[in-house]
């Protein structure tokens, strides 16, 4: 899906929890009822009415205490809750242009979803080999699929490369991988989703929130309905998985009838990526990378892929293609990428491999997308061999890892047991400092050795 980071993504609106307080909000149409709220008791029971049922309280055009009563019995206290949030969220959202009717439509029946949460909490004990990852993301099914999938959409295809100048390997190789080419297009309420997100998951609290306005205004829009704004748990839409934000901002009518449906229409869906790639300077011809061969004398290699090299420079150290053909434009700026630390195939990455990153900033992705649309475009299988043997290190043993990183005095930038820049740059750091081969790696042995040194 496409992805901002919750963490580290920046909310553009003001926090606004504290300050909507139901009985002192003082403005808009909320004043209305604000009024009625002379005791705490006539409140509660005036804030049950409206939780429940806000619509008939604001069509109407006052409460509807008996009713609403009965109901508000019924609700469980959590429920209550949840009702009471989803209020203060209506005048940020009125804020934002989203219509009382709307807002109302959305949230009609809306409770938070268990499984939005239980997703959101799930930290698997292993992490999933990135050999597997690459395997089942870059299937012989997939493959076929993709290929059958070029054919189908030929005629939209050349015109999608027209219009945004992004090759259609790529294009097709996202959507096989977001969706598996508008199969698994996620099938769950994106606003009920994002409301649980944002109302009950500390980590995705903000992110939620952003999102869940964001969808609010798709629907305000018109372009799908309420029924229809189905997505994943995360929220990530259709067939191209875009959440709400991205959808925002990249979102297209291809097919031209006033409406950008990615959850139904491929070419609406299709040249929203492509507009996604474009705007993320996608270079029109040019590949996402090379697999390469490091030589074996060279002991320490940079692996982060942000810094990066023309690629006269790497084969100046005598690294090359795998295939022994040269670099088409060697000034062209590359990142070496080790996905399995130094055993493994090696790739040095370049300007279209940090497009797709846009996409989903996550490494391993965007070799999958790279080399799925490698393989679209009729391309052999990865080279060099797996090292199948290594095994990834468990959740305990990164976080062991991470402590023991930290306390002689690389930082890891926290103990998470998520191996990100930080706790690679640390690995490094470490393997230089005690002379070994340095690639980064956090691998079973680095941490073995970390043991038998404390
Ligand atoms: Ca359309």
Known sequence: MTKANPDTRKSSEKRTETVHKPCRKKSGRFRQYADLCLKPLICTIALGTFLISPGVLFSAGGPMFTTGISMARAATASDKRFRQWVERLWPVARRKGISRRTFNEAFRGVLPDPDVIRSAHYQPEFVRPVWD??????????????????????????????????????????WGMESNYGLNRGDKNVIRSLATLAYRDRRR???????????????????????????????AMGHTQFIPTTYAAYAVDFDSDGKRDIWNSPADALASTANYLHKSRWRFGETWGYEVKIPKKIRSV???????????????????????????????RAGLYLPAGRNGPAFLVLNNFRSILRYNNANTYALAVGHLADRLRGFGPIRTAWPTKQKPLAREERLELQRLLTAKGFDTGGTDGIIGNQTLHA????????????????????????????
């Open 427 to 454: 690995v490094r750091k470490y393997q230089k400092s005690r002379g070994l081969k340095v690639d980064g790696w956090p691998s079973a042995r680095v941490l073995k050795k970390l043991r038998n040194e404390s």
């Open 205 to 235: 609290r903000k992110f939620g929130r952003q999102q869940l306005l964001s969808a609010l205004r798709i629907l305000q829009r018109g372009d799908i309905s309420v029924s229809q704004i189905k997505g994943s748990w995360a929220g």
């Open 133 to 174: 990852y690459m395997a089942s993301a870059v299937s012989d099914q997939r493959i076929l699929t993709g290929q059958a999938m070029l054919r189908k959409y030929e005629k939209l295809l050349d015109r999608l490369e027209k219009r945004f100048r992004v090759d259609r390997y790529v294009i097709v190789a996202i």
């Open 302 to 332: 940079r692996t982060n892929i942000r810094r990066r090299k023309p690629l006269s420079w790497y084969k100046k150290l005598g690294i090359r293609r795998v295939n022994g053909k040269d670099f088409p434009r060697p000034g062209d």
